[in-house]
């Protein structure tokens, strides 16, 4: 296990993130308690520090698990939780970003994990209503009164993003360090505002379902060959034809080096040196063969094919702003000799 410091911070975090969410069984599909601490067991002896959880994952659950199975050696991991959405329907309260559901789902989750701090407090999700200056101010009270160490926000738009991180920088108030958002092989729009802002603001990228709900381990195959009716009843139809050839190039690349398909999706998110993967399993055989990817390392020339196959359009304006007429016409066919460090 390597190590990656978390954003525009001086925060050493392992380069793969344990995802707890499957940690309990309240929702009818995760793992049992034995089978939770088998995973979380085998992460910490590979050298891992970075555990995320939430406070509504399992219904509390997860968070239980995660205080005790760190309570031994708390000061060696990096604990991280969520607060936004609503455990409570009908009481409007009860989710949202705001200062009053943060202060109580921190203090809730403080309960649940056993801790008097924790060390990364996301935003879950953008909820298009409370003011920005609010949900800033509110967590740097947070950080002041040294119940969270560190910000970072998942699920949002980049425009609200970096003007969070403006005002922040602005008032000297604690910044997101951190961006947490769905990217993966298949998934690859956030290439299109949220990646580039994150280099643009400095903040490390985590990435959720990085195995696209386990389209990405060829569970829809037969052999080595996906099933086209099994990937479409999941996907867009717009995306099925690049989701299934990709899926076979990633077949060809498994059969080249004897490793898994979710291995390759895994080393693939590893090459782009931002980012950090969020291993998820609900059997200890498949986190183990997910943990395996720190084994070795995709090829350039893998990426690159990779990269090439599964390409999205970026759309406007970048698209427009890529084509080679309109770098020359607005750089008078200089960009390439323009040093951008």
Not at 122 to 148: F, Q, S, Y
């Amino acid at each position: 296990m390597k190590y990656k410091l978390l954003g525009k911070s001086g925060l050493r975090v392992s380069e793969l993130c344990l995802g707890t969410m499957t940690f309990g069984e309240e929702w009818g599909w995760g793992a049992h308690k034995d089978e939770s601490r088998k995973m979380f067991d085998m992460f910490a002896n590979a050298g891992g520090n970075f555990v995320d959880t939430a406070d509504l994952y399992t219904n509390g659950t997860s968070e239980k698990m995660v205080g005790e199975f760190t309570k031994s050696d708390r000061g060696h991991f990096i604990i991280a939780t969520k607060y936004s959405f609503n455990g409570k329907p009908g009481d409007p309260n009860a989710g949202g970003n705001h200062r009053k559901h943060m202060v109580e789902a921190l203090n809730c989750s403080l309960k649940r994990l056993g801790l008097d701090y924790v060390d990364l407090y996301w935003v879950h999700a953008w909820d298009e209503l409370t003011p920005i200056e609010e949900v800033m101010r509110g967590l740097d009270d947070l950080v002041r009164a040294g119940k969270i160490l560190y910000v970072g926000i998942s699920d949002a738009p980049a425009w609200w993003i970096a003007r969070a991180n403006t005002l922040a920088e602005l008032r000297g108030w604690s910044p997101f360090v951190g961006l947490q958002i769905e990217y993966n092989l298949l998934e690859r729009t956030p290439e299109r505002e949220l990646i580039p802002m994150a280099e643009a603001l400095d903040m490390s990228v985590t990435a959720w379902s990085p195995l696209a709900s386990g389209i990405l381990t060829g569970k829809y195959a037969k052999g080595s060959n996906p099933s086209k009716e099994g990937l479409r009843q999941r996907l867009p139809t717009e995306m099925s034809e690049r989701s299934l050839t990709t899926i076979n190039v990633m077949a060809e690349i498994s059969k080249a080096t004897g490793r898994s398909l979710a291995q390759i999706a895994l080393n693939w998110l590893r090459s782009k040196h931002r980012v950090i993967p969020i291993l998820g399993a609900r059997k200890f055989s498949q986190f183990e063969d997910n943990l395996n990817c720190l084994q070795w390392a995709l090829e350039a020339k893998q990426v690159a094919q990779l990269d090439e196959i599964s390409q999205i359009e970026l759309g406007f304006p970048l698209d427009f702003l890529h084509r080679k007429e309109v770098h020359d016409f607005l750089h008078g066919g200089t960009f390439g000799q323009i040093s951008r460090k």
